[in-house]
């Protein structure tokens, strides 16, 4: 079976794991930990970044930061993972969905400002795919209404936005290494801090609601409980594994977009007779290479796709399911109309995508595909 996805592995995370475990030191915050923060810091613009455990920490560490609270609205795109709205639900804040762009499974943009209320306190942009959302028109909003943008960035390591880094633009932003991501460490993410003002409250929230952090620096000399927080830092163990994958970001960016233009350029002309739709990238978008997605003309012609590929031993998958048809929003809401959001969730497929896919490999599932809309 050709998998849907297989974690990369560059061959140096067991070393730099090891290297760790000599330094006796395996808690968080060690010097893995800063290699990694340093990376994003200085290679995507990014005033302050903490690594964290997964991206869903590092979003519900933004809800934490902005203080997000019951009565409170957040706006949300409704195709997205369930991380993204649960993060603020959490803190007792009401979701306020808004639909898919036609072109594209992102948040519209158009559609943002009719949602706008006394009470929204934020915007989260999902830039899915890797792709950016169009990040000025939200930025303008925010401006207007003074609002807080976040950036699920969970899928967009090393894309951008004109000439931004995503997860730059953002007051706050959330990064994701699971082992489905571009780079990784199992599970993992990073909580980017682009506003002054969060950064002496994120490393608070970070430690526990204590002033650790502070205190290793030799700021003040004892810390204690001062905040909120949580245990949201990583162990050097997993820093360590991020950091062997992070030093091959080029390579391993390289090799992903061979494989992104390879399916590109091979469907092409079956997007050419109107069968099956591509990615489109706005043009103030890079693309990334997290994912390779197809999109079928309707539910029926994607399961039977499925299913073809499955007999010929390749795994394709769908993606989200609207949230705001799932089963927890449906509890206490009313049903809503967001149709774009539910064309994704029906007609979306995501090809095999990971490093080691060979060339073999590619063209079997693209020769399969063809032979299906022959
Ligand atoms: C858009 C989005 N946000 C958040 C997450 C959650 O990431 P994590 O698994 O690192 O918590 C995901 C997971 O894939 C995601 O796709």
Not at 32 to 58: G, H, M, P, V
Request: hydrophobic content about 40%; glycine content about 4%.
């Amino acid at each position: 079976m050709i998998p849907f996805n297989k974690p990369y592995l560059t061959g140096l995370e067991t070393q730099y794991i090891e290297e760790a475990v000599k330094t006796g030191k395996i808690s968080g915050n060690g010097i893995f930990t800063q290699k990694c923060q340093r990376f994003f810091e200085n290679n995507y613009a990014i005033k302050k970044a903490l690594l964290t455990t997964s991206c869903t920490d590092a979003l519900e560490m933004c809800a934490m930061l902005i203080n997000c609270k019951v009565g409170d609205e957040i706006i949300v795109p409704s195709y997205t993972f369930v991380s993204t709205a649960l993060a603020f639900v959490r803190q007792g804040a009401k979701i306020v969905f808004c639909d898919s762009e036609v072109n594209n499974p992102n948040i519209d943009v158009a559609q943002i400002e009719s949602k706008i209320t006394s009470k929204t306190k934020a915007i989260v942009a999902v830039h899915y795919a890797g792709v950016a959302v169009d990040m000025d028109v939200v930025m303008k909003l925010a401006e207007k209404y003074n609002l807080f943008v976040i950036e699920d960035a969970a899928q967009a390591i090393d894309s951008y936005y004109k000439n931004s880094p995503l997860g730059s633009i953002g007051h706050l932003a959330a990064f994701s290494f699971h082992e489905t991501k571009n780079i990784i460490s199992g599970e993992g993410g990073l909580l980017a801090i682009n506003d002054n003002r969060f950064i002496e409250r994120a490393e608070i929230i970070w430690e526990k609601g204590t002033n650790r952090a502070s205190f290793f620096r030799g700021e003040v000399n004892k810390y204690g409980w001062v905040d909120t927080g949580s245990s949201f830092l990583p162990s050097e163990v997993i820093a360590a594994f991020l950091w062997a994958q992070l030093e091959k970001l080029s390579e391993i960016q390289e090799k992903r977009k061979s494989i992104w233009s390879f399916y590109y350029e091979e469907l092409k002309d079956i997007e050419a007779k109107g069968k099956l739709k591509l990615p489109e990238i706005s043009s103030y978008a890079t693309n990334n290479a997290h994912m390779f997605y197809v999109c079928c003309t309707n539910l029926e012609e994607r399961t039977a796709l499925v299913e073809k590929l499955k007999q010929n031993n390749i795994h394709a998958v769908f993606h989200y399911l609207s949230l705001h048809k799932s089963d927890y929003y449906l509890k206490e809401n009313e049903l809503l109309n967001l149709p774009n959001s539910d064309k994704f969730t029906d007609t979306l497929l995501r090809l095999p995508f990971y490093f080691e896919l060979t060339k073999d490999e590619q063209k079997l599932i693209v020769d399969e595909i063809k032979n299906f809309y022959d």
